[in-house]
């Protein structure tokens, strides 16, 4: 296990394509205290659990600050991060085949409870090359299907810095009641980010 480390950068290069990562992920076992995590060329279909029933990276490491997730191209779907109370940096890069951030295999609860927390200290969220990502919910049974969205949207309470890039396939985002600069580069022109916002694709976002 990676003892005493709070900060932890895993990086698979090319010549590391053949091998098996999801097996060396396992052995590493983060600890609990980790703060930064950078995972980088992941082959894997799916993160390890680290032994763990839940999916839920606020109960497995659950002081993490800042995360990165890039060219991890087989990963099908991402853990829960959404009640991570500590988050402020998300960077979700090149996942070409993840269509929704949070689904009922993640989130046992279905569709998210008003008394849930939602990404509540995240200040920076950058989302690039997810060329399926078609919302961030999705398999939510009564919520709006088509958009991936549920009839009750949480919002990021303190999200001030947005950016996304070539994400074809999305058309809805949750609100993001507290943002001072977006930018979207070559996505879907229906994309909507709530409240009230007009986005100027391939500049800076206004109100």
Avoid at 28 to 48: C, D
Avoid at 138 to 145: A, I, K, L, P, T
Wanted: glycine share 6%; charged share 25%; with cysteine.
């Amino acid at each position: 296990p990676i003892k005493n480390l709070k900060v932890v950068d895993i990086n698979f290069g090319e010549q590391d394509r053949e091998t098996n990562n999801e097996a060396l992920i396992e052995k590493l076992q983060p600890n609990r205290n980790l703060m930064e995590l950078r995972l980088t060329g992941y082959n894997g279909s799916e993160i390890t659990r680290w032994g763990r029933s839940e999916n839920d990276w606020s109960i497995i490491l659950p002081k993490l600050v800042s995360i990165s997730l890039e060219r991890c191209d087989m990963l099908h779907g991402i853990p829960l991060l959404s009640n991570l109370k500590h988050l402020k940096f998300l960077c979700i890069s090149r996942l070409n085949n993840v269509e929704y951030m949070e689904t009922n295999a993640n989130n046992s609860c279905g569709f998210r409870s008003k008394d849930l927390p939602f990404f509540p200290s995240l200040e920076s969220l950058y989302i690039s090359g997810l060329y399926r990502l078609k919302g961030w919910w999705g398999g939510v049974g009564e919520g709006d299907s088509s958009s991936g969205m549920p009839y009750w949207q949480p919002p990021f309470p303190r999200l001030s810095r947005l950016l996304i890039i070539e994400c074809a396939e999305l058309t809805s985002f949750p609100p993001c009641p507290s943002l001072e600069f977006v930018e979207v580069k070559h996505s879907n022109k229906s994309l909507r980010i709530l409240p009230d916002i007009v986005i100027k694709f391939d500049d800076e976002l206004e109100r």
